[in-house]
């Protein structure tokens, strides 16, 4: 060891890792060794290149060695100036030992990795889908009630109060009116209930157990009522197809998952929410394929124009935009670019069948379901949020 | 000649602690939570080499890759019980009993054994990699009988609305003590079933005091009885620093290593004082982080419309001037840091003066005994602390 002309003697504390004593020895500090001697006179040469310290000490001022390839023996160093010189000059003080057994640990990640994909791609989505069949309706419609207080709390704004539900009564007969044209109900497992909750939110969605909301934004984002009665067919599809069940056992069975997977580390429940987003991205936009399909063909028996639901995306992409790249993975909807251009195509098919009747809603009608929520001043601020769902 | 007794010395210093705790929670960030297992080695080697018994540190000898591999084990076997499991179960809750309430509550019935399953193998593990003057500690294979008995004890604790807590937590203390080892020297935890009561009573009498108050209020409409109940409150806060201090005493005094006996003398006023101050440190060190963050947004604000200081900053629509992924970012640092500091500023002014306190508190009466202990040989136990990483347990440091 350079620097190290002159020889350090010191006492140390070494134990042996085989019995207890804690052995008072004698240091002294070669140029390329450390001569250790034992109370009983034998001798160690640790040499330079064979110093460790042991990592992530508490106290620094003094030195805690150990000798490469001896796991048990530690010899623990205060002597001021032997502990600046081993600092200075041991050449792989803190040269740490490789890891073993990589290719073991590098299995079970893959074991890990392919169980949880299993079961989280797999086992759970196939469980939800058929158990989503078997809820009695009763069971779904208090999963769903307990969803849509939840939304409306959530929603709320500085006052806390839940989000209103809109009941201005002419609104709700139009809307009732709509409801009747469409004319799911052979469809449905059960009765379906829509609400609009006073908010400006271009979205709409269902829930489990038939319950569909509309937001007042979205009405006021439609310039027509085939719109609505387009976005609203869409909804109807969901319920038919028992999506927001599926939905919400799949959440059930993977988001316990997950939260095994990132643990409790510093912030980790904002990771488990992207992660959930991302697995249930995959299914979604093939449910809203599904509600699309549905949506189409109600349309067309109803003898309203499939083409509302495109045209409604059309503009809402023209102020919006298209979601492109990485939020794209994101986002439980497909592209709406084809989303349109398959609403045009029923369009024609339902063009050629002579099928597109009278409009659904009178003039008067529609009025009335655009002030469901009572009279809006507003209207041109009302479509600032970015719509999440529709 | 007898030695004299080790005086317990504790070298762990606030500064140190909270460059390792930040620098390794940043890591742990930025990987998603994979560098966890890093981060709890070396923190948990920094802690344990702080405390020195007779001026000789303890060592933790654990490999973050084999906590990795324990966590990985842990993981396969779970995934299967969680993700299926809870989903059934919030099925039949929602069939049968049109709620989701029962399937929580079921669910978390059926890990409470598997909670303690992975406490017990998690103190095996701890113990199989701590050392001090070169030789291990270890915890011998039983988890079965733990289970058992955690399930039984925190039943009757339960029904007795928490009055057994003491002998709930003497019970199972003694059976992890009695099959704890130090090299080849056996512990044995002595005192008796209700040696805890005692340690109790403040909060007992806390607790008379606030149900007292509140049942007397109740009943005579004397608004006046709730100054018992918020005495009481009060009472609350000193008699749990007294439980702390006072049960750590008691256990460790009635522990046994052959002739090796302990001494202790915690304090629980200084434990009730660390929790206080360290919690306003740590309320106003964090209050000051969200300020410097608030005023860092509002610096870049005026650069990038000038004109929102004339109008003034009326409500968070003013952010809108900011582009959506610099607020994106900004939200992401915001909420991360505050997460991120409330963790090691946790550590430095919380966890740190505890084990502080009760090490240097901590002495070894007949050291001399421990001359004669032998090595015991490495429990190799590929699955580390899985369980209890894969959980949230708390941390069980």
């Known amino acids: 060891m350079t620097g190290a002309a002159a020889v350090h003697e010191a006492f140390a504390d070494l134990v042996d890792g085989e019995t207890a004593v804690v052995h008072r020895v004698a240091l002294r500090l070669a140029p390329d060794r450390l001569i250790i001697t034992l109370p009983n006179g034998a001798a160690q040469d640790w040499m330079a290149d064979e110093l460790r310290e042991v990592p992530d000490q508490a106290d620094l001022s003094g030195l805690m060695l150990a000798r490469a390839g001896d796991p048990l023996t530690r010899l623990l160093i205060r002597d001021e100036t032997i502990t600046r010189l081993l600092r200075q000059n041991a050449p792989a003080l803190h040269r740490r030992p490789p890891i073993e057994n990589k290719g073991r640990i590098a299995g079970w990640a893959a074991g890990a990795v392919a169980s949880v994909s299993l079961i989280i791609f797999v086992l759970v989505p196939v469980m939800a889908n058929q158990l989503a069949l078997f809820l009695p309706p009763a069971g779904e419609k208090a999963l769903g009630d307990a969803t849509f207080e939840q939304v409306r709390t959530a929603l709320s704004d500085a006052d806390f109060l839940p989000v209103e539900v809109c009941e201005a009564p002419a609104g709700v007969a139009a809307l009732a009116k709509m409801e009747a044209r469409l004319d799911a109900g052979h469809d449905l497992p059960y009765p379906v209930t829509v609400a609009v909750l006073d908010h400006d939110m271009v979205n709409a969605f269902a829930l489990p157990g038939g319950r569909v909301i509309l937001f007042r934004g979205l009405i006021e984002e439609a310039e027509r009522a085939e719109e609505v009665a387009a976005v609203l067919a869409h909804e109807l599809g969901h319920v038919v197809n028992r999506d927001p069940t599926r939905d919400a056992l799949r959440l059930a069975g993977s988001i316990g998952v997950l939260g095994l997977i990132f643990g409790d580390f510093a912030g980790g429940t904002v990771m488990l929410l992207l992660a959930n987003q991302l697995i249930n991205a995959k299914y979604s936009q093939a449910a809203e394929i599904g509600a699309d399909d549905y949506a189409h063909g109600l349309l067309s028996d109803a003898g309203l124009p499939p083409a509302a639901l495109g045209s409604f995306f059309e503009r809402l ?3 919006y935009g298209d979601e492109a790249g990485w939020a794209e993975h994101f986002s439980t909807h497909p592209k709406m670019i084809e989303r349109v251009d398959a609403a045009q195509a029923a369009q024609d098919r339902a063009e050629r069948a002579g099928e597109i009747g009278d409009p659904v809603l009178t003039a008067a009608e529609w009025r009335a379901l655009r002030t469901i929520c009572g009279p809006q001043d507003d209207k041109g601020q009302s479509s600032s949020r970015r719509p999440e769902r529709d | 000649m007898a030695l004299r007794d080790l005086t317990t010395d504790y070298a762990g210093r606030g500064a140190p602690m909270f460059r390792l705790a930040l620098k390794t929670g940043v890591l742990t960030v930025l990987t998603l939570g994979f560098y966890r297992f890093w981060m709890k080695t070396r923190m ?8 020195r018994p007779g001026g000789q540190p303890l060592e933790f000898t654990g490999r973050p890759t084999e906590m990795l591999m324990g ?4 993981v396969v076997v779970l995934a299967f019980y969680i993700g299926l499991v809870n989903l059934v179960l919030m099925f039949l809750s929602f069939s049968l009993f049109k709620g989701e309430a029962p399937a929580y509550l079921l669910s978390f019935l059926g890990l409470v054994p598997i909670i303690f399953f992975a406490q017990y ?5 701890i113990l199989a990699r701590t050392r001090w003057r070169g030789i291990r500690f270890g915890l011998e294979p039983g988890v079965k009988g733990y289970v058992w008995r955690a399930t039984l004890w925190w039943i009757a604790t339960i029904l007795s609305a928490g009055i057994l807590w003491p002998v709930k937590t003497f ?11 130090y090299g080849d020297a056996r512990f044995e935890q002595t005192g008796g079933r209700w040696s805890l009561i005692g340690a109790m009573k403040h909060v007992y009498i806390a607790a008379a005091l606030i149900g007292g108050g509140i049942f007397a209020s109740t009943m005579s409409d004397e608004p006046v009885w709730l100054v018992a109940t918020a005495m009481g409150a009060a009472w609350a806060v000193l008699g749990l620093g007294h439980w702390k201090a006072e049960s750590f005493k008691r256990l460790t005094e009635g522990k046994r290593l052959g002739e090796v006996r302990f001494r202790c003398h915690p304090r629980g006023g200084r434990i009730v004082g660390i929790y206080l101050l360290g919690g306003l440190a740590i309320a106003a060190l964090l209050f000051a982080l969200l300020f410097a963050l608030g005023m860092a947004i509002g610096v870049l604000l005026s650069f990038l419309d000038p004109e929102l200081i004339a109008e003034g900053f009326d409500d968070f629509a003013s952010l809108a001037a900011l582009p959506a992924w610099l607020a994106t970012l900004l939200g992401l640092v915001a909420y991360f840091s505050v997460f991120l500091f409330w963790g090691v500023l946790r550590e430095v002014f919380i966890t740190m003066p505890i084990a502080r306190h009760l090490a240097e508190t901590t ?23 899985g369980f209890a990483d894969a959980l949230p347990l708390g941390d069980g440091i």
Do not use: C, G, H
């Open chain 1, 317 to 319: 992409m023209a102020e």
């Open chain 2, 44 to 51: 948990r080697r920094y802690y344990w080499s702080a405390i």
């Open chain 2, 71 to 74: 966590f990985l084990t842990a």
């Open chain 2, 121 to 125: 193998r998690a103190r095996r593990y």
């Open chain 2, 171 to 181: 019970e199972l203390e003694k059976y992890r003590t009695d099959r704890t080892f």
């Open chain 2, 363 to 385: 002495e070894i009466v007949n050291p001399d005994a421990l001359n004669a202990v032998r090595q015991r040989p490495r429990d190799e136990f590929a699955e580390a602390e």
